[in-house]
């Protein structure tokens, strides 16, 4: 049991039968009233964001979370496969489980599998990755004194505004929170 004075972001807990990971959390002391705390979580079997509000000291269940690090092998139709780096085991998700790390995944590409009691609850990406633009317009000589972006498809099909120097074939690190360009990579 964790008391829910000592959320972290990250933590993960087990609150209606469901595994939640704490996104953000905020404790308030109202100038009436008892304290409580406020939080944002995230459902680690669906991806749903839900807010819920707790009692100050109220205590909830920590859910033991194993985190496997293994590397994308491939997809092959609506599966994809990952293999276990220590042990050479395969896994195989459903790609409606993972739709959104999708976006990011590439071959050969080293995550960490999340599991809670043997069940494969998803994919952990690196906070950011390189990614290649695959079409994008071209930069106009000038347009950067406005600051303005352009959008830029890139290999994994994911589409994200960039500045207008951005050019094809370029690498680029991207945000995998909330898929935003960082900057171009070296």
Do not use: C
């Not at 972290?8 to 100038?31: C, L, S, Y």
């Amino acid at each position: 049991m964790i008391s829910v004075n000592d959320f972290k972001t990250g933590v993960t807990i087990e609150v209606d039968n469901a595994i939640w990971r704490v996104m953000e959390f905020q404790h308030v002391k109202p100038g009436k009233g008892a304290a409580f705390v406020r939080t944002k979580l995230r459902n680690l079997r669906t991806g749903s964001v839900t807010e819920k509000t707790f009692r100050a000291g109220e205590k909830v269940a920590k859910a033991q979370i194993d985190n496997r690090k293994m590397q994308y092998l491939y997809a092959s139709g609506d599966v994809h496969a990952f293999m276990d780096m220590e042990t050479y085991d395969q896994i195989e998700l459903p790609e409606k489980s993972i739709e959104y790390e999708l976006k990011f995944l590439q071959e050969n590409m080293e995550v960490q599998v999340i599991q809670f009691q043997g069940e494969v609850l998803g994919v952990e990406l690196p906070n950011s990755v390189v990614l290649e633009v695959a079409e994008t317009d071209p930069g106009i000589k000038g347009d950067t004194a406005s600051g303005g972006t352009k959008p830029a498809k890139l290999t994994t099909g994911l589409v994200i505004q960039v500045p207008f120097f951005i050019n094809e074939g370029d690498k680029l690190i991207i945000n995998t929170t909330d898929s935003s360009y960082v900057s171009r990579a070296q």
